[in-house]
């Protein structure tokens, strides 16, 4: 692959990410800046509970102090039916409509802004030496399969989900309700679908590559220089996979894995009570922690976590996507291709690159030498 494809190999991706980082930076402008109206419950009231059929004499007033913990009595045995608008449902339907959304705008909108620092203050981080012309096979099919396998997924399934948390305030006055109605239902099958691909993918690509991404001493090292980004010419010393990226790996395998756990809980409540099973062995470490979870309560704590490190995630991901486009020269022909520049391995990984080169002369060697050995001696012709 010649230094002129290698550097086309990136193109579309110049034209795609400007357009994603922009509805990344809308979906994080337009956040709801707090929960809905209405009081902020802080608990159940202390009152006692109301006689039977008494109500506020307005019925506005009713609804606006029902959140709180309004009570009455109920002749079922389930005293908790007498609580008008249970609490722990109304703090987390506040959680979402407020605290979730805003803080995942700040952390969306916060990682696009060191991104943008970064490349003002750095710049593009470019091959010092300049093209070799020469490649390097770093990512055979199997692994691109695995990348893309798990980058798409995760793309379809951070999309749709950005819609469920930011849609009603993003799309929906510009779709209109049907429109918007429709898409999202479309959103959400789609969503719960891929979530399977997903995991399978996040399954092949920790089987794949987990070996390759256990630390060593070297990464302390490149961890202390920062990996050479900041300052030009100080490239640490690497294998196939330097510290910042087996930091993403472990990341990416372990929130991954969390997102698909909490996934599964949110489908499937009452076959796996994934919370309760959390929450009792942390009760033997001293915790004091509730273990008879109803099935709404099991969503509720699925549904908040799945939120919290999706939203973790996506930032993580925004990163990595702008370091392996735009930010870093050469660096997306690695999992497009598969190929690299040598200059652009010998900068950002030295030791691999090195293993790489010395045994592509062994073997150029040994077939050299197959060759030789293979070709007969030309045989006198002797004189009549």
Known sequence: MSGHSVRNAAGPMRAVLPALGALLLLTAAVAPTGAEGGPTPTGPPDAAAAPLGTLPEQPAEM?????????????????????????????????????????????????LALLIAFYLARGRIRIEHGWAGR???????????????????????????????????????????????????????????????????????????????????????????????????????????????????????????????????????????????????????GYQLPTALTPVQEMQYAASWHGIIALALISVVIAHIYIGTLGMQGAFSAVGSGEVDVNWAREHHSLWAEQELEHMERVAAAVTEAAREATPEPIEQGRG
């Open 63 to 111: 609804w606006r102090t029902a959140p709180g913990g309004t009570k009455g009595r109920v002749s079922t045995p389930d005293s908790r039916a007498a609580q008008l608008v249970p609490f722990d449902g109304e703090a987390w339907r506040r959680f979402h409509a407020g605290a979730l959304p805003r803080y995942g705008s700040l952390a969306i909108g916060g990682m």
């Open 135 to 285: 490649t390097l096979t770093r990512f055979g099919a199997w692994e691109r399969f695995c990348h893309w396998l798990l980058a798409l997924s995760f793309l379809a399934l951070a999309l749709t989900g950005l819609n469920i948390l930011y849609g009603r305030y993003t799309l929906l006055p510009l779709l209109g309700a049907e429109r918007f109605a429709a898409l999202s239902q479309a959103g959400t099958w789609l969503h719960n679908s891929v979530g399977f691909t997903f995991m399978l993918a996040l399954l092949l690509t920790a089987i794949t590559w987990m070996p390759q991404n256990l630390g060593g001493w070297r990464d302390i090292v490149w961890l202390v220089k920062g990996g050479g980004l900041f300052v030009r010419g100080s490239h640490p010393p690497a294998w196939k996979f330097n510290a910042g990226q087996k930091l993403l790996f472990w990341l990416v395998v372990l929130g991954g894995a969390s997102l698909s756990l909490s996934g599964i809980a949110l489908l499937l409540p009452i076959q796996f009570p994934l919370f309760a099973k959390m929450f009792a062995l942390l009760n033997m470490a």
